[in-house]
């Protein structure tokens, strides 16, 4: 019978676990929480200090039935959850379960899933750390306190199933406020010139026009453009200074949890909460061979870039060994801790360095194996030597006009191996002072300004990580909540506020303005971080920030029905039974069209976008039920097909490609569907009775090796190629 009971989040980790520690120990896993706030109720006292009612999750009685029984047996017991916030406070949910199991309670922490880890943190034990605990229910029940109190005020004001959370709707204003600034912005024209140059042995150059009578040029019209244009083409091209300046380009910070999502983004194309998910598996272990379930890197969330001694010696040795002395720096780099970072873990790094990527292609999948080589990478490139350029200036005169060339030339590639740096900048030919350069031709070229991009997923958390908003816990759960509640749409890999998130913004800044403020999110933050180190009370942050909360929700009950009209705007169009404007107005199911004349006139139609503001255009088919001519429109979801005798008959179908279902035998046509998530696919138009779907895009090009008269692009190796929907062989068009 097993002495101990180890406790952890999820089976993955229990078993890796239970194989480093043998037949002495059960280890059991409690799928993470087990107890939570009640579903239906607000489960917070305000008037007793805020005190919280727990119970066990709904579906969990089976696992705590489990552990309860597995404790009665066992000397002693580890709660081993992962080390941060939550962690400590899903241990001391578990604690509170086995109250009655008489076995004395442990907390043992470890950063990373090692079997010498795990036999440090055995032999270590610790009582839980309540400060932790305080911190994070603090979180609990202020979260809890804004989405059970302002989500009904939404819900009565917009539409049902809708949610007011307290660091997602400051990651939707940010995202809300870059696009007004982006509809705000006003372009500016302005004209560039580069010069394409050569010296006497036939070597290029690129120029651009930079000064003129030493002043910067600022070119805001044709006119001076071609001024400058025609004065150029006159001058005689002269170096005037050429400066060149050695620089040590500095290493890579190794991995935190929200500089891994953006580079997982950026590089990988993964969603921070795909990216988290994937980190997770590498943290909790896979199958070695020759060394059983092992993890492959350190806890993922962490906001430290701190690094354990023994981790950094081990790198050192290990690009000694690969690539020579010259790339192991003479001290161990250090990176400085950030602003408002708890530090409570190291960063994110492989456990054994000398497990190498290209090692571990049969036991990883294609997407673990590409985020353990970003993280493996960029641990090594972030304790190599740094990189060495040459950065070379060039100045040429030309006339009253100052040209400037600009080049980086590799001494040293250092860190670089790894990690390289994106640069657009060429090597340049080596010039002198006085040399005479022969003009090849001019190029000018208008542009206009352009206002700040929208936020990708890379970037809102960079930008929340910067304002010191939400944990690195947290960021993934916000962006994907955003989605998922359709307060966001994601265009080019651009985030963008939906009408509904436009709403819900404009409600929740307009009435609830201290608690959605950026800066007030931020400073409640480190308030937590006080609490986590014992210099405050959970109760009184939760106190001091419900009472001017409880002000502002009964200023915004009481003006409810100015709220709702102020997010009505004309849609354009006229009521179809009495000619008043119709009015677009939010209901349950989003969006639609209302008479302005309610109560009088009770008409309501779907709301219709239709694109550049055209009317819908008629079609060949016809309608199925009243034989009139279908007509395209466009809705929330994108394009349809609509009987045009509307409202009198209300038929719709899905837009049709006209491209030929690949199902072998099967006549039915390729037709444009949404998911219930709301992402678009293609699937027969026969359905039920054919069930073929794709995510891609199909094309009409016939197979030569199947007669399939479907296809679309598809990864084929390296390169990008046109396959068949039915054989999967590639094609030609």
């Known amino acids: 019978m097993a002495k101990s009971l180890v406790i952890v989040e999820s089976p993955a980790k229990a078993r890796t676990i239970k194989g480093f520690l043998g037949p002495g120990y059960e280890v059991m896993a409690s799928m993470g929480h087990v107890r939570d706030l009640p579903i239906r109720t607000l489960g917070v006292d305000t008037e007793d200090a805020f005190k919280p009612t727990y119970e066990v999750i709904k579906g969990k009685g089976k696992i705590v039935k489990q552990i309860r029984a597995s404790a009665k047996k066992c000397e002693t017991i580890y709660l081993a959850a992962d080390q941060d916030r939550e962690g400590e406070a899903i241990s001391w949910h578990v604690k509170a379960i086995l109250l009655r199991s008489g076995a004395p309670c442990f907390r043992v922490l470890f950063n990373e899933i090692t079997k010498s880890a795990i036999a440090r943190a055995i032999a270590d034990p610790h009582q839980l750390d309540m400060d932790k605990v305080d911190a994070q229910q603090a979180r609990r029940v202020l979260d809890r306190l804004v989405g059970y109190k302002v989500s009904p005020f939404l819900w009565r004001t917009l539409k049902t199933n809708l949610s007011a959370g307290r660091v997602q709707s400051v990651a939707l204003r940010l995202v809300w406020e870059r696009e007004k600034e982006i509809e705000a912005f006003v372009p500016q024209e302005y004209w560039t010139i580069k010069i394409f140059l050569a010296d006497e042995e036939g070597r290029s150059l690129e120029a651009v026009l930079a000064l003129e009578n030493r002043k910067k040029v600022k070119l805001t019209c044709a006119a001076e453009a071609d001024r400058a244009y025609d004065a150029l083409c006159g001058e005689q091209y002269i170096v005037s200074k050429v400066d060149r300046v050695a620089k040590a380009t500095k290493q890579p910070a190794p991995f935190i949890t929200s500089s891994l999502q953006q580079e997982s983004s950026v590089r990988l194309g993964l969603s921070p909460e795909r990216t988290m998910k994937i980190a997770q598996e590498l943290y909790e272990g896979v199958n070695i061979r020759g060394e059983g379930h092992v993890g492959l890197i350190t806890y993922m969330r962490t906001d430290s870039y701190r690094l354990a001694s023994v981790a950094q010696k081990a790198a050192r040795d290990f690009i000694r060994g690969q690539w020579g002395d010259r790339y192991v720096p003479s001290r161990t780099p250090v990176y400085g801790s950030r602003k408002r970072a708890q530090d409570a873990h190291e960063a994110i790094r492989p456990t054994n360095v000398h497990r190498k990527p290209a090692d571990l292609t049969e036991q990883l999948s294609k997407q673990q194996f590409r985020l353990y080589e970003l993280i493996w990478r960029r641990f090594l490139a972030s304790q190599m030597e740094r990189e060495k350029v040459e950065v070379t200036t060039i100045l040429i005169t030309a006339g009253r006009y100052t040209l400037r060339a600009s080049g980086v030339m590799k001494l040293f590639d250092g860190h670089a191996v790894l990690w ?67 307060y966001v749409s994601i265009e080019s890999k651009q985030l963008k506020p939906t009408e509904l998130g436009r709403a819900v913004c404009t409600i929740l800044v307009e009435r609830f303005p201290e608690l959605f403020a950026v800066g007030f999110t931020a400073q409640l933050e480190e308030r937590l971080d006080k609490v986590e180190v014992g210099e405050l009370s959970w109760v009184q942050v939760v106190s001091d920030f419900y009472e001017s909360f409880r002000a502002q929700l009964v200023a915004a009950e009481s003006a409810q029905s100015e709220v709702r009209k102020a997010i009505q705007r004309d849609s354009g169009e006229k009521c179809p039974i009495c000619e008043r404007p119709l009015l677009v107005k939010f209901g349950r199911h989003g969006e639609f069209l209302a008479c302005s004349g309610f109560p009088s006139c009770r008409h309501t139609q779907p709301l219709h976008k239709h694109r550049e503001g055209t009317p819908p255009t008629e079609t060949d088919a016809r309608c199925p039920k009243c034989d009139a001519p279908m007509v395209r429109r466009a809705g929330r979801f994108g394009e349809f097909l609509a009987c045009s005798r509307y409202p009198g008959c209300r038929t719709t179908m899905p837009l049709s490609t006209g491209i030929p279902c690949p199902n072998e035998g099967c006549t039915g046509t390729l037709v444009t569907r949404r998911s219930k998530a709301g992402k678009r696919f293609f699937g027969c138009s026969r359905y039920p009775e054919c069930k073929f779907a794709t995510w891609s895009e199909p094309e009409a090009v016939t197979c030569p090796a199947c007669g399939a008269g479907a296809a679309s692009k598809a990864k084929k190796g390296n390169k990008e190629a046109l396959v068949c929907l039915r054989c999967g062989q590639e094609v030609a068009r």
């Open 420 to 486: 390289p740096a994106k640069r657009t900048e060429e090597e340049l030919p080596l010039l002198e002072k006085g040399q005479l350069l022969t003009l090849k031709r001019l190029e000018k070229k208008q542009q206009f300004t352009k206002p700040k991009p929208r936020f990708t997923e890379a970037s809102l958390v960079k930008e929340l990580e910067a304002r010191g908003i939400g944990r690195p816990s947290t960021y993934a759960t916000i962006l994907s909540t955003l989605k998922r509640r359709r």
